[in-house]
């Protein structure tokens, strides 16, 4: 993917979708539990190859915060306290392009392993 830079960050009113608008004019609509279950944080993908975490309940995540890393990503701060994600530019786009597909993949890991997006 080529190198992008987003022209606007915006949370929805809800704080349950984070619209991202590129320089290149691609807007991409990303849910807060899809940012959420696919962090890029070591807690979600773990530390090395076949250590990622299904991570479950986050129907209802809300994005709480934000905070600018340098000039080449956000991180963003969920109402569940997960705090350690930096979603690079590219990253970001990446979730636009293909969130879809990966959203889909982590639907099916939770029903494989008998998990729910809902909290119990």
Not at 6 to 30: H, I, Q, Y
Not at 59 to 66: D, G, L, S, Y
Not at 111 to 116: D, I, S, Y
Request: aromatic share 8%; proline share 4%.
């Amino acid at each position: 993917m080529t190198e992008v830079w987003p022209t606007e960050l915006k949370v929805s009113k809800d704080r349950r979708v984070l619209t991202v608008v590129f320089d290149n004019g691609e807007s991409f609509a990303l849910p807060a539990e899809m940012l959420r279950v696919l962090s890029p944080s070591a807690e979600v993908q773990g530390h090395g190859p076949g250590q990622k975490i299904t991570v479950p309940g986050k129907r209802h995540v809300q994005i709480a915060q934000m905070h600018s890393t340098g000039n080449y990503a956000v991180r963003i701060v969920f109402d569940d306290g997960h705090d350690t994600g930096i979603f690079t530019w590219t990253y970001l786009r990446e979730l636009g392009v293909k969130g879809d597909a990966l959203f889909e993949d982590y639907l099916r890991e939770l029903e494989a392993k008998g998990l729910t997006r809902d909290r119990l």
